[in-house]
């Protein structure tokens, strides 16, 4: 298949990154690439969605992986997976003859191992530059329900409008299951079992880099899980911050002890992240050196400084991101800079997923989720118009029309986009720039 098909198939059927910010799958399509990554490691705890989709869909996702690298050009295409995912990997390596050009990496199952610029150094050696891309060391990545969806649409012409979810916790009946998008956290929760809490709280996506939800939070298609847990749990309130109190604990009693920085998975690959010197700086209200500040535009966000390395207890990561923010919001672009050399103490640092999932107290909940397959009726959907980075999708259907499952409702708008599809049979009952909502 020609790229420029295989780009506008992936625009037109919806399809972004499932996970992360949802960056369209077009996008990263280019001749350019000499590498393509299934990325299959689901670093943040509790998360099994991946290595169950590839298991369940071996042949088929690695029939597409192996298209897109025919497409591209590109000389192979390589599948990041933990070592410990026995089961995917045997599924594996009981299709990969037929598929010469595409190799495994087994990897450790350490902490962020996910994360794009970790996992291209652990595959192939080579560094993403500080405010680089992965195309610039000629490699593209996609997890592997994004190269699911691009074989669904290539194969059997089927648009993304559903996503897949795994809801653990504090529920009887810990599952990963096929959502329509729309639906709410409450009526997703419903179709899986019943929360063993009273007061639950919703962490949509990891723990790490997940974010409190609520009863109305929609699926949409970058949601990866819902995990519950009751509200007196320590990751439950420690997303709950109030940044003026932890600029004042900075100022109190951080030692400079430089863990935040030592275990900082970017730091450590040569980028200039260093969370010690942001928080000295904090801590002093000194701004007489800016480059700490300017370079927490590198940091990924990942968590470790905070949820980890910290002895005590700070908030590294969230005051980055305020200062992240502020210079995004300021329009101050992050320029692409030459790593430092990588650490030679790196492979002595990584951090254990199940280490880290002790430490936010989450091992009690790392239980078996199997994925079924079951599909759901159900009566009303809420899509939003921006689910991807990039120009909202612009509706294409008017209050009162009748849709089926699948129909395009909205155009991808100007710029960067991708198309967006009824996820349920039923009637137009709103439009707005916004959403559409359909009942069935």
């Given at each position: 298949?020609?790229?420029n098909?295989?780009?506008?198939?992936?625009?037109e059927?919806?399809i972004?990154?499932?996970g992360g910010?949802?960056f369209?799958?077009?996008?990263?399509?280019?001749?350019?690439?000499?590498?393509?990554?299934?990325?299959?490691?689901e670093?943040?705890?509790?998360?099994?969605?991946?290595?169950?989709?590839?298991?369940?869909?071996?042949?088929?996702?690695?029939?597409?992986?192996?298209?897109?690298?025919?497409?591209?050009?590109?000389?192979?295409?390589?599948?990041?997976?933990?070592?410990?995912?026995?089961?995917?990997?045997?599924?594996l390596?009981?299709?990969?003859?037929d598929?010469p050009?595409?190799r495994?990496?087994?990897?450790?199952a350490?902490?962020?191992?996910?994360?794009?610029?970790?996992?291209?150094?652990?595959?192939?050696?080579?560094?993403?530059?500080?405010?680089?891309?992965?195309?610039?060391?000629g490699?593209?990545?996609?997890?592997?329900?994004?190269?699911?969806?691009?074989?669904?649409a290539?194969?059997?012409?089927?648009?993304?409008?559903?996503?897949?979810?795994?809801?653990?916790?504090?529920?009887d009946?810990p599952?990963?299951?096929?959502?329509p998008i729309?639906?709410?956290?409450?009526?997703t929760?419903?179709?899986a079992?019943?929360?063993t809490?009273?007061?639950?709280?919703?962490?949509?996506g990891?723990?790490?880099?997940?974010r409190?939800?609520?009863?109305?939070?929609?699926?949409?298609?970058?949601?990866?899980?819902?995990?519950?847990?009751?509200?007196n749990?320590?990751?439950?309130?420690?997303?709950?911050?109030?940044?003026?109190?932890?600029?004042?604990?900075?100022?109190?009693?951080?030692c400079q002890?430089?863990?935040?920085?030592?275990?900082c998975?970017r730091?450590m690959?040569?980028?200039?992240?260093?969370?010690?010197?942001?928080m000295?700086?904090?801590?002093?209200?000194?701004?007489?050196?800016?480059?700490?500040?300017i370079?927490?535009?590198?940091?990924?966000?990942?968590?470790?400084c905070?949820?980890?390395?910290?002895?005590?207890?700070?908030?590294p990561?969230?005051?980055?991101?305020?200062f992240?923010?502020?210079?995004?919001?300021?329009?101050?672009?992050?320029e692409?800079?030459q790593?430092a050399?990588?650490?030679?103490?790196?492979?002595?640092k990584?951090?254990?997923?199940?280490?880290l999932?002790?430490?936010?107290?989450?091992?009690?909940?790392?239980?078996?989720?199997?994925l079924?397959?079951?599909?759901?009726?159900?009566?009303?959907?809420?899509?939003?118009m921006?689910?991807?980075?990039?120009?909202?999708a612009?509706?294409?259907?008017?209050?009162?029309?009748?849709?089926?499952?699948?129909q395009?409702?909205?155009?991808?708008?100007e710029?960067?986009?991708?198309a967006?599809?009824?996820?349920?049979?039923?009637?137009?009952?709103?439009?707005?720039e916004?959403?559409?909502?359909?009942?069935?």
């Open positions: 298949m020609l790229i098909e295989l780009k506008n198939i992936a625009r059927n919806g972004v990154g499932a910010a949802g369209p799958a077009y996008a990263k399509m280019t001749e350019q690439a000499d590498t393509v990554i299934l990325n299959c490691v670093c943040e705890p509790l998360l099994k969605l991946h290595r169950q989709l590839l298991a369940n869909y071996t042949e088929e996702i690695i029939g597409m992986l192996d298209q897109v690298r025919e497409s591209f050009g590109a000389r192979e295409a390589i599948v990041g997976i933990k070592s410990e995912y026995t089961t995917t990997i045997q599924a390596e009981e299709v990969l003859t598929f050009k595409v495994i990496c087994p990897l450790q350490s902490y962020p191992m996910g994360d794009e610029v970790v996992l291209i150094y652990e595959a192939t050696g080579r560094v993403i530059k500080p405010g680089g891309l992965p195309i610039d060391e490699v593209v990545v996609y997890n592997v329900e994004t190269m699911y969806n691009l074989y669904k290539v194969h059997k012409s089927e648009p993304v409008c559903e996503k897949l979810v795994s809801i653990v916790g504090e529920i009946t599952k990963t299951i096929f959502v729309g639906l709410t956290v409450k009526e929760i419903a179709l079992g019943k929360v809490v009273e007061d639950p709280v919703y962490i949509m990891g723990p790490m880099m997940g409190r939800g609520t009863d109305n939070t929609l699926i949409t298609k970058t949601t990866n899980a819902i995990i519950i847990l009751p509200s749990h320590k990751l439950a309130m420690r997303m709950e911050k109030n940044l003026t109190v932890e600029r004042n604990r900075a100022a109190s009693i951080c002890c430089r863990a935040c920085t030592d275990l998975s730091h690959l040569g980028h200039p992240i260093e969370p010690h010197l942001v000295r700086g904090v801590a002093n209200r000194d701004v007489s050196n800016l480059t700490p500040y370079n927490s535009a590198y940091c990924s966000g990942c968590g470790i905070e949820e980890y390395a910290c002895p005590q207890g700070l908030s990561r969230s005051i980055i991101q305020e992240k923010a502020g210079l995004k919001g300021a329009g101050i672009k992050v692409k800079i790593p050399p990588v650490d030679t103490d790196r492979n002595y990584k951090l254990p997923v199940h280490r999932a002790a430490r936010l107290g989450l091992l009690a909940y790392d239980v078996p989720a199997p079924e397959e079951k599909k759901f009726s159900v009566k009303k959907v809420k899509i939003p921006s689910q991807h980075i990039g120009a909202p612009k509706p294409v259907v008017e209050k009162g029309d009748r849709v089926v499952k699948g395009k409702i909205a155009e991808a708008g710029g960067l986009s991708v967006i599809h009824s996820s349920l049979a039923g009637i137009v009952e709103k439009v707005s916004r959403e559409i909502v359909i009942k069935a």
